[in-house]
């Protein structure tokens, strides 16, 4: 069992930056690969970023590719999800999620363990 707690939400002006942070409980961190997703009103969920269990292959979404980074570090049993140059459209509540594949995946399916999510609001 992996419990996830994201922080690190807020309201931002456009063309500024977050960083969001998920902790993860457990002395497994390190066995399982990380993702964030995010979900506007009315919108499915989708995939924003993903990152192997090692940290050493990542992914992202088309809509965040050069303007979010993802990383993690396992000693602290974190992912995070830089956001650079945010835009209305990225106004949502983000979620990081856990799955136990060895494979990066951007289907909400795979993932085994949520987090509550946090609301990311981008003012235009």
């Known amino acids: 069992q992996v419990q996830l707690v994201e922080s690190g939400g807020g309201l931002v002006q456009a063309g500024g930056s977050l960083r969001l942070s998920c902790a993860a409980s457990?002395?497994?961190?390190?066995?399982?690969?990380m993702g964030w997703f995010r979900q506007a009103p009315g919108k499915e969920r989708e995939f924003v970023a993903a990152?192997?269990?090692?940290?050493?292959?990542?992914h992202y979404a088309e809509s965040v590719k050069g303007r979010f980074t993802i990383s993690r570090d396992n000693a602290k049993n974190t992912v995070y999800l830089q956001m650079n140059s945010l835009k209305p459209e990225d106004s949502a509540v983000y979620y990081c999620?856990?799955?136990?594949?060895?494979?990066?995946?951007?289907?909400?399916?795979?993932?085994?363990?949520w987090g509550q999510g946090t609301q990311v609001t981008v003012s235009s």
């Open positions: 999620a856990a799955d136990r594949s060895i494979f990066i995946s951007t289907n909400t399916r795979e993932y085994d363990y």
């Open positions: 457990g002395r497994t961190f390190s066995s399982y690969g």
């Open positions: 990152i192997a269990r090692n940290g050493g292959n990542t």
